[in-house]
T-cell receptor, first 110, second 111 residues
């Protein structure tokens, strides 16, 4: 069964304390892995798409990487405004539809 | 620069009532989607459309209906609302790249 698992469920960091979020997936024939950011009371906002193992994408303090089984979202020197829920989704398998993980709730304290 | 617009933002229904959640996009996207988001659960696909006049079921379609008469609009109809339909509903659109643009959501409570 196609599946996406994100860890940890929640993460609390001090401002400037770098860390990584994990997204592991089992899907046959990955067609793309997506990272979204979701702020409270809002819809998810697109961050990155990764298509093949070894690929990396960067945006400000965020860097996403991809292997054959998982993706990491690295957050370097986070600021309080990086606080949000980060969602991972994969497109692959038989359905050709996005499968979302449950997200990681990130809180960055000043 | 509206993107995807959803209305209403909040709604309380009684069991058995019906309602339509509205969704409109101004990006000329062919693909549109309805998701529901429950606490601790990932976004679940309810229905989707690949173009005007074409709709198909997603992962959790029971209790819902959709129509797509124009490229811009993709309303979601709830018939005979049940407590299990209490959720936050998101509409999204895309140009086909799977980069989805989401609306701000409708929080629905069925009591």
């Amino acid at each position: 069964e196609d599946q996406v698992t994100q860890s940890p469920e929640a993460l609390r960091l001090q401002e400037g304390e770098s860390s990584s979020l994990n997204c592991s997936y089992t899907v046959s024939g990955l067609r793309g892995l997506f990272w979204y950011r979701q702020d409270p009371g809002k819809g998810p906002e697109f961050l990155f798409t990764l298509y093949s193992a070894g690929e990396e994408k960067e945006k400000e303090r965020l860097k996403a990487t991809l292997t054959k089984k998982e993706s990491f979202l690295h957050i370097t020197a986070p600021k309080p405004e990086d606080s949000a829920t980060y969602l991972c989704a994969v497109n692959g398998g038989a359905t050709n539809k996005l499968i979302f993980g449950t997200g990681t709730l990130l809180a960055v304290q000043p | 620069n509206a993107g995807v617009t959803q209305t209403p933002k909040f709604r309380i229904l009684k069991i058995g009532q019906s309602m339509t959640l509205q969704c409109a996009q101004d990006m000329n996207h062919n693909y549109m989607y309805w998701y529901r988001q429950d606490p601790g659960m990932g976004l679940k696909l309810i229905y989707y459309s690949v173009g005007a006049g074409i709709t198909d079921k997603g992962e959790v379609p029971n209790g819902y209906n959709v129509s797509r008469s124009t490229t811009e609009d993709f309303p979601l109809r709830l018939e005979l609302a049940a407590p299990s339909q209490t959720s936050v509903y998101f509409c999204a659109s895309s140009g086909g790249s799977e980069k989805l643009f989401f609306g701000s959501g409708t929080q629905l409570s069925v009591l």
